[in-house]
């Protein structure tokens, strides 16, 4: 019986059944020269056509573990298997730390810097911002090399697998730092109106959920150094550990209640040791420059009947500006809306297509990895380096080895 290759959600049977697990650099090398179309997958936790491919997958997770220090403790080189809650653990015992996490551990820190996914904070950019350095193997076999003072180099970091498959990234660290968790309920529509700005920047870092079940914000996870006593611009603190989807046991979460702890224990919402859920979803996010933060709101709150019927909840970010060509937040401060929907495509796409109509006019850009629809061309035109994309993606593999028909649709 042929294997069955899904995504993490299972939204999307990938078209192949041939799927690598190199354990070396040379293995690698020679899988590359036995297929001429070849897609590389991460933890499989985007839940589009990015990854598919219908000629061979390659997973690096069987790639030998490296977790390599500097001499000057700013940066660790890291092999291009790993993932973040690994490399977190591995770094918190050196007394390092990443300057932050997504809300997941268990995804590959390789495949989150290539669709530059983040975590959250007003002062922190995506993951890919962290990183210094990038080791590629190309079509051909050859590696290439590059660090911050290439010219390229904020080309080759989000790059959607389009230049080749990165074996080991450099990033940058810094000491280790502890962080305390507060989850906050029931914050009225009126002091997310008067006093957005504020409560994103509370703490190191801040997520609103809410159902838009209502106008106001079901739940806010605050995380930072300091202590925090009191209400939270009328929301009031939990009186107990809460999962952000209703129904979903609080104990797969991080520690809450202010307890303090270090950081890969508590930027993460969810904890490694724990299957977040079953994948029973399907996932949207659309960024828009932060001073239309309130705006995109409004414009979600005005389909809110239609969001709620198909969602399980949405979580609002902050994330810094970068010049990193393909990041949503290429030269602009973002606001970020996240929807975790229904495991029902057919029921979630309508939805998806009216929330890229009413956050259009407002610059939002879609999350790489995530559900949207959004026309080629109009991504396209949503990057003013895309272009240059185009051009090192032909430089990197003339041939099109590392292409499928999602990226050749979106380089044109």
């Not at 959600?9 to 059944?17: P, V, Y």
């Not at 598919?52 to 997770?61: E, V, Y």
């Not at 605050?222 to 009191?230: D, H, I, Q, V, Y």
Request: a negative charge.
């Amino acid at each position: 019986m042929r294997e069955r290759l899904t995504n993490w959600a299972g939204n999307i049977e990938f078209g192949t059944t041939r799927l690598h697990r190199p354990g070396s650099v040379a293995e690698l090398r020679e899988t590359l020269a036995g297929t001429s179309r070849v897609r590389v997958l991460g933890s499989g936790h985007s839940f589009n056509r990015l990854a598919d491919t219908d000629g061979d997958l390659i997973s690096l997770a069987a790639l030998p573990r490296a977790v390599e220090i500097s001499p000057d403790r700013t940066t660790v080189r890291t092999d291009g298997g790993i993932r973040y809650g690994e490399l977190a653990a591995r770094l918190a015992a050196e007394g390092l730390a990443l300057h932050n996490m997504a809300s997941l551990p268990h995804i590959s820190v390789a495949g989150a810097v290539a669709t530059a996914t983040h975590g959250s904070g007003v002062r922190h950019g995506n993951l890919a911002t962290a990183v210094s350095g990038l080791e590629i193997v190309r079509a051909d076999g050859s590696t290439a090399e590059l660090t911050r003072a290439d010219p390229e180099f904020a080309g080759a970091v989000v790059h959607l697998g389009a230049l080749g498959v990165v074996t080991a990234l450099t990033l940058d660290v810094s000491e280790a730092f502890d962080l305390r968790q507060y989850v906050y309920e029931n914050l009225p529509a009126g002091a997310l109106d008067e006093h957005l700005d504020e409560i994103l920047a509370a703490g190191y870092s801040v997520s609103l959920f809410t159902r838009w079940t209502g106008p106001g914000i079901d739940q806010v996870w605050l995380k930072r150094a300091e202590p925090l006593t009191g209400d939270l611009f009328g929301a009031t603190p939990a009186d107990g550990p809460r999962h952000p989807v209703p129904g979903m046991p609080a104990l797969n979460c991080t520690v809450q209640g202010g307890v303090p702890g270090p950081w890969h224990e508590r930027l993460p919402h969810f904890r490694m040791e724990f299957t977040p859920s079953s994948g029973e979803e399907l996932q949207s996010e659309w960024h828009v420059p932060r001073p239309a933060g309130r705006a995109a709101i409004e414009a979600v709150a005005g389909l809110r009947e239609r969001v709620a019927a198909v969602l399980q909840v949405c979580e609002i970010r902050t994330i810094a500006a970068d010049g990193l060509w393909l990041s949503p937040h290429h030269e602009r401060d973002s606001l970020a809306l996240h929807f975790t929907w229904i495991a029902d495509t057919a029921a979630v796409l309508p939805v998806v297509a009216d929330l890229e109509a009413a956050l259009a006019p407002l610059g939002a850009r879609p999350h790489w990895g995530k559900v949207f629809t959004t026309d080629p061309s109009d991504l396209r035109a949503a990057y003013p380096r895309f272009g240059d994309f185009a051009a090192l993606a032909g430089r990197f593999d003339p041939d099109g080895k590392f292409r499928n028909p999602w990226l050749e649709s979106l380089l044109g």
